[in-house]
């Protein structure tokens, strides 16, 4: 039987290179998305184009009933979940600590830290040999931010990084002995639409000759350290992390 996967935001960016990159390697993938239906049902459409399997998932991760729900349905549909995938993370314009209001952090703070908390317990209740599970790997995807801090642009968005670092360690030790393996991966500057969020659609390119590499990263670079971190291959590897930023 085909493990399952549940990767969430995986319908644009990062999260549909991981996507598209599982099912090549056979897994059936469990795409949650928030908002953006027709990016999840295109990444599905590609998949069962090439002859895997895949469904579409709304969720917000901010919402525990929500999350809830998205587990009782990968549940539901999939039977047995073996990998998680948390990758769904948002930033905000950029701008200096001192012009940042509370809103503003505690959205970052929500979706970057408190999502992948409650997707990571939900997880663990269904993996881990105390409740029962098979065991299974998770990768959180964090961020060179975590350690570069990001002044000037978003300091709240690397602390929720940083944040979502420990929560790797942490949890990697906590489960260690129950059959599940926790890693994390720090992207550096990739090709994604997502620092137009931030208001600065060409970031990359702008900060492309910082990288030692020389250039920005595409979303399947990540992928490939994603799905390493989840395989047999990595099967001594936990509380670790793969940094994929060309060297920045
Ligand atoms: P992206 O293209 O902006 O995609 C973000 C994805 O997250 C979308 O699929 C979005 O869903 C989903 N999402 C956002 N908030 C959500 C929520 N509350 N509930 C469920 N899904 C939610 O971003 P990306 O660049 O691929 O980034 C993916 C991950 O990599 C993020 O964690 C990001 O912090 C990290 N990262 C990115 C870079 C980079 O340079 N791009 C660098 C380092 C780390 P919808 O499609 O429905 O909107």
């Known amino acids: 039987m085909n493990k399952t996967i549940l990767i969430t935001g995986g319908g644009r960016g990062i999260g549909a290179a991981c996507a598209l990159l599982a099912a090549e390697q056979g897994y059936r993938v469990c795409i949650n998305y928030r ?13 069962e184009a090439q002859g895997g399997a895949a469904l579409a998932l709304q969720a917000d991760v901010v919402d525990e009933a929500e999350v809830e729900r998205l587990f009782a349905e ?16 948002v930033l905000a314009r950029q701008m200096r600590v001192d012009q940042m209001d509370a809103a503003r952090i ?13 997707c990571a317990r939900e997880a663990v209740r269904r993996m881990s040999t105390r409740h029962g599970g098979s065991g299974g790997a998770i990768v ?14 978003y300091v709240d968005y690397a602390a929720s990084k940083a944040a979502l670092d420990t929560l790797t360690i942490g949890l990697s030790k ?10 994390g991966v720090r992207p550096g500057l990739i090709h994604t639409t997502m ?14 000759s910082s990288v030692p590499m020389g250039r920005g990263g595409e979303p399947e ?22 940094e994929v930023s060309g060297g920045r």
């Open 221 to 242: 670079e990540v992928a490939r350290a994603v799905l390493w971190l989840l395989s047999e291959a990595a099967s001594y590897t936990t509380g670790s992390f793969i």
């Open 35 to 47: 908002s953006d239906a027709a990016a999840a049902a295109q990444v599905v459409r590609a998949i």
């Open 174 to 183: 906590e489960v260690a002995g129950e059959g599940i393996r926790v890693n």
């Open 106 to 118: 505690r959205r970052i703070m929500d979706t970057n830290v408190v999502g992948p908390f409650l």
């Open 195 to 208: 620092h137009a969020d931030g208001g600065e659609p060409g970031r990359v390119e702008r900060l492309q």
């Open 140 to 153: 959180n995807v964090s961020s060179r931010a975590a350690v570069l801090g990001s002044p000037n642009e």
């Open 74 to 89: 990968v549940d539901a549909r999939c039977g047995q979940l073996d990998a998680l995938v948390n990758n769904a993370g």
